[in-house]
């Protein structure tokens, strides 16, 4: 079997199994106790958001906000920021965004904040001078992620974050830097923003637990209510194994990450030079100059993406198109369609997106299977 | 052999991919996501729900087959779903089921088996496929209160070399039964009425929501003219009605014509309703070719009884059917269903009824 998804998630590493298996065990209290139990799980606790605070720049351990995964943590963001204080805050994001974001600012919308959304071109780029032209005095948050989960291409967004504090200073940066983790350096320095959302089981963490990266001055409206934990941020008892198994996750990417990131890029150079060189007209989509090294995004013009999708799962490749609704049905990706593709060639993409734990002869055998069975369906 | 199984959630597709695999096929399930609420997502009520397609990757789960939901809702939306609007627009009354077998189930999803890397399309219908000596044979299914062989008419050779339907070989009791020993989720789950496409309220909101030109105000006249009232759109009406026409008159009275041109609604006699015979668009016949005799019984609606017919025309200048005796209520947009037996021999949609015992081919 090859598994081409990574993008939608990966294989837990060692490393977060071994240190989750005392929480699932003696260590279970709940960290908000006053006993040794508790203690014990509160300790971990605090030992992982200080060593992921380390590992991602951040000034202070609790600027760290646990969430229940990535997509609570760009609510968080980009709700939080909008609603903080009791305004109704605007924000300005991007055409191509996750749905965290995106039906985020829909929400934000229907309760009168003022929500700009601006396009990207072709190779799913951002103009930056559009952007920062959008941001006015009413804006709460500019949300602009790290890498695109479909196509894979990097945003600048360093620059981006530049410009608005440019233009407007208060104005705080928020990046989704979800698929880029792995891969790519995230940290304050590097991605020059005010906050950052990550998910563990991008990396090879537990599911249902990420981060939000939000230093305490930027005031955010808690979008889940409750006990008050996380200074109030996020309320709800915490998932203490997760939690732990996702800084054991971040430990291991950060410390692996340049050997992955070289690993990765070969295997994917060599799926997508197989696949050029026994296909006609492979279109790779995205910002090839700047593009994450996992992720292959490819239009095969003539094959419908959903047919390939399930002959490659029957010969063994699992692979991804668009986004899967909630009966498994595939969506017309509203990325693809921000890059202005017409609906026909967005049913032509398919999203091969390799990890971790992807072997180094995986690219090239991949696409000899990609390449038969879509020579059978031309 | 692999053998693509269309579930759609209920308990005969659920027995027909266990039956594929008991025969010895490989199987690969499908459910068609035809229809989709504003969100985008399958619509909660109806048949084609969320609920329909989870109950189908469950069984699927239990078969231990791979599963995937196929997105069809463009094709259904243009070819099926417009069509019963643009019917009801005028004057007909439609049967979607038909068309989204013709148009979509046994078109594009049987052309597209072979790229799903399968064999055979299989589906849970009650009819029966029989492979003859020199071709093959549609058959009414063994359970005569759930035969569906009148939806299935259009099939023509090439269609029904690529097509299995098992559990028309079985009484649905049986097919119950075998869900239930196999431990099938769907083994009691009710039968399926609702169109799939309407979901909760009636057919006919559904219809002025989405095809005002269907609810377009007119008269009601009787048979010499006289006007008897006003209605609020065709869609309320169909052939034969005598419920629900919103005015009382001394005798029983039944909707006996649509007038689309004029929204005009009919009123008539029990005999007025009669009709010597009905031309009959879109015929196809199984073998390829209408029987020597011409002699055949006809299926005028789902819930009919066949009736002995003879066929008039051929498919140069359109064909026609004569009745052996006058039937009541035939409806414009009903399929007509040429039956020997319980063999298919083909069928159409009627375009047109006739009352005297003269058509256009006596001409």
């Known amino acids: ?378 | 052999m692999k053998a693509l199984v269309a579930m759609s959630g209920g308990v005969d597709s659920s027995v027909a991919a266990a039956l594929m695999l008991e025969s010895g096929y490989d199987v690969v399930g499908v459910t068609l996501k035809q229809w989709e609420g504003e969100n985008g997502q399958m619509p909660l009520a109806g048949c084609c729900t969320v609920a329909d397609s989870e109950d189908a990757r469950r069984v699927a789960a239990q078969l231990d087959i791979p599963y995937y939901v196929l997105d069809y809702v463009d094709e259904f939306t243009t070819k099926v779903v417009d069509h019963f609007g643009e019917m009801y627009v005028t004057g007909k009354t439609p049967n979607p089921c038909i068309e989204c077998n013709r148009r979509v189930r046994f078109n594009v999803l049987l052309d597209r088996t072979e790229a799903l890397g399968c064999d055979v399309l299989v589906t849970g219908h009650h009819a029966r496929v029989v492979r003859g000596d020199s071709r093959y044979h549609l058959m009414r299914a063994v359970d005569p209160t759930k035969d569906q062989s009148y939806v299935l008419h259009m099939l023509d050779q090439e269609a029904l070399a690529r097509i299995r339907l098992p559990v028309g070989e079985m009484q649905k009791s049986d097919v119950r039964t075998y869900a239930s020993r196999l431990g099938l989720r769907t083994a009691l789950k009710p039968d399926s009425q609702d169109l799939c496409f309407v979901g909760e309220g009636s057919y006919r909101d559904f219809i002025r929501a989405r095809f005002p030109d269907a609810a377009r105000p007119g008269p009601i006249v009787a048979t010499d003219g006289a006007h008897l009232a006003d209605h609020d759109g065709l869609v309320d009406f169909t052939i034969g009605q005598r419920r629900g026409l919103g005015i009382a008159l001394g005798e029983r009275r039944y909707v006996v014509d649509l007038q689309p041109d004029t929204a005009t609604v009919v009123l008539g006699r029990k005999e007025d309703l009669l009709a010597a015979g009905c031309e009959v668009d879109s015929v196809t016949f199984v073998s390829g070719s209408a029987p020597v005799d011409m002699a055949v019984e006809v299926k005028i609606r789902y819930r009919a009884d066949p009736v002995p017919a003879v066929l008039q025309g051929d498919s140069a200048n359109g064909w026609a059917v004569r009745f052996g005796q006058p039937q009541r209520a035939v409806a414009p947009g009903q399929a007509a269903v040429f039956y020997r037996g319980d063999e298919v021999l083909g069928g159409g949609t009627i375009s047109r009824a006739f009352k005297s015992q003269e058509t256009d081919y006596d001409r």
């Not at chain 1, 930027?218 to 203490?240: A, C």
């Not at chain 1, 002869?361 to 038969?372: F, M, Y």
């Open chain 1, 1 to 378: 079997m090859f598994y081409l998804d990574h993008a939608a998630t990966t294989e837990v590493r060692p490393e977060t199994r071994t240190a989750m298996a005392p929480f699932l065990d003696d260590s279970f209290g709940n960290p908000s106790g006053v006993h040794e139990v508790s203690r014990r799980a509160k300790n971990a606790l605090e030992e992982a958001r200080e060593r992921a605070a380390e590992l991602l720049g951040a000034a202070h351990p609790l600027d760290i906000v646990f969430t229940g995964g990535g997509t609570e943590a760009d609510n968080l963001a980009v709700v939080g920021s909008a609603l903080a204080d009791g305004k109704r805050g605007g924000v300005v994001t991007t055409a191509v965004e996750h749905e965290a974001v995106l039906s985020s600012a829909v929400f934000l919308d229907s309760l009168g904040c003022p929500v700009d959304v601006v396009g990207v071109d072709g190779q799913g780029r951002l103009d930056i001078a559009e952007l920062v032209s959008r941001v006015g005095p009413g804006t709460a948050v500019v949300s602009v992620m790290t890498a695109n989960n479909e196509t894979g291409t990097l945003f600048p967004v360093r620059e981006v974050a530049e410009a608005v504090r440019a233009a407007a200073e208060t104005v705080p940066v928020h990046t989704d830097a979800v698929q880029a983790f792995v891969t790519e350096e995230v940290t304050f320095a590097a991605l020059g923003v005010d906050m950052i959302s990550l998910a563990a089981h991008k990396f090879g963490g537990p599911k249902g637990v990420g981060l939000l990266l939000a230093p305490r001055h930027i005031h955010l409206e808690p979008v889940i209510h409750g006990g008050g934990q996380e200074l109030g941020r996020r309320s709800g008892t915490h998932n203490v194994a997760a939690i732990v198994g996702m800084v054991a996750a971040m430990e291991a990417t950060v410390t692996d990450r340049i050997a992955t990131r070289k690993r990765i890029d070969d295997i994917r150079n060599d799926f997508e030079a197989t696949i050029g060189a026994a296909l006609d007209d492979v279109e790779i989509n995205g910002d090839l100059d700047h593009r994450l090294v996992q992720h292959s995004h490819l239009r095969i013009p003539g094959v419908s993406a959903e047919t390939l999708l399930i002959r490659l799962d029957q010969a063994g490749v699992a692979a991804a198109a668009g986004s899967a609704c909630h009966s498994g049905a595939i969506e017309v990706s509203h990325v693809l369609a921000a890059m202005g593709r017409s609906e026909t060639a967005a049913a032509e993409c398919v999203r091969f997106s390799f990890g971790w734990s992807s072997r180094p002869t995986d690219g090239h055998e991949a696409a000899q299977r990609v390449v038969a069975v879509a020579r059978d369906l031309r």
